[in-house]
């Protein structure tokens, strides 16, 4: 039951779709909007429903300037919510124009603590702060090279981008304080996993460390809508025991 609490921390970070080898199209009006999600437990041929989620993406206002914000959010779902916090959320916020180009992102952990990210584009550097009590305040700065980025800002970046099938990019993952090393590959137009929808396949894989506490969780698949939303339609992470899977529930 730990290795599930972690994951839905964890997990709002990573919802929205993934990370670019290329520049990212512009946001339509039409990639607006909230989509909602299914979070269930794949194990021995059985399959357990454990969350619902929602992200959305709009116009907000940070530091004085127009951006996108991206929310996301996890309610656990019926006995659940005995061992895990009943809801998770998370914020970023993205620059407009060239790129969705992370300058915020905030995670609440627990009842006082948190993740957060503050970028700085002109000094190139991104300043991280993890907080999870009783434990000492961890504050990293870390290069800002445009492939170094919080899950929830990469995600979103990656939805927009244009990546050749077959191309592969080094990036790092930024999450409770760390830079993790990770590898982004496009795996190109998937006819299979969702039959009635075009969709292309990303795999993320971290290196080092996984999601997880018990190191599982470090193979994140990613399934991404062709159309001109480009919704991520679903999402699988192997944990150390079974399969965490995300899947499309409604969208507005």
């Known amino acids: 039951m730990k290795e599930f609490k972690t994951f839905f921390i964890l997990l709002v970070l990573a919802l929205p779709a ?19 999600y299914e979070v269930c437990y794949k194990s021995r041929g059985l399959e357990t429903k454990v969350a619902d989620a929602s992200v959305s993406l709009g116009n907000g206002t940070w530091d004085g300037q127009s951006v996108l914000h991206a929310h996301a959010v996890i309610r656990a779902a019926s006995i659940f919510r005995l061992f895990m916090n009943a809801e998770y959320t998370a914020d970023a916020y ?12 905030k995670n609440p952990v627990k009842r006082t603590g948190k993740f957060e990210c503050i970028y ?20 990293n700065t870390f290069p800002l090279d445009g492939k170094t980025m919080d899950l929830l800002s990469l995600l979103q970046y990656v939805r927009f981008a244009d990546i050749p099938s077959g191309s592969s990019q080094s990036m790092h ?14 795996q190109g137009r998937d006819t299979e996993r969702f039959p009635d929808q075009a969709s292309e396949r990303f795999l993320l894989e971290l290196k080092e460390k996984g999601l997880m506490e018990n190191g599982s969780g470090n193979r994140i698949v990613v399934w991404r809508s062709t159309g001109s939303d480009r919704r991520l339609l679903g999402l699988e992470v192997g944990l150390g025991s079974g399969v965490m899977c995300v899947r499309v529930k409604t969208a507005e």
């Open 120 to 139: 700085d584009p002109s000094a190139k550097t991104v300043s991280t702060e993890f907080v999870r009590p009783p434990s000492d305040p961890v504050l």
């Open 173 to 186: 993952v930024l999450k409770a304080g760390l830079a993790v090393p990770a590898t982004l590959s496009s």
């Open 94 to 105: 993205l620059a407009k124009g060239g790129g969705v180009e992370p300058l915020y992102y």
């Open 18 to 36: 993934l990370l670019a080898a290329s520049a990212p199209a512009p946001v339509s009006s039409a990639a607006m909007g909230t989509v909602d």
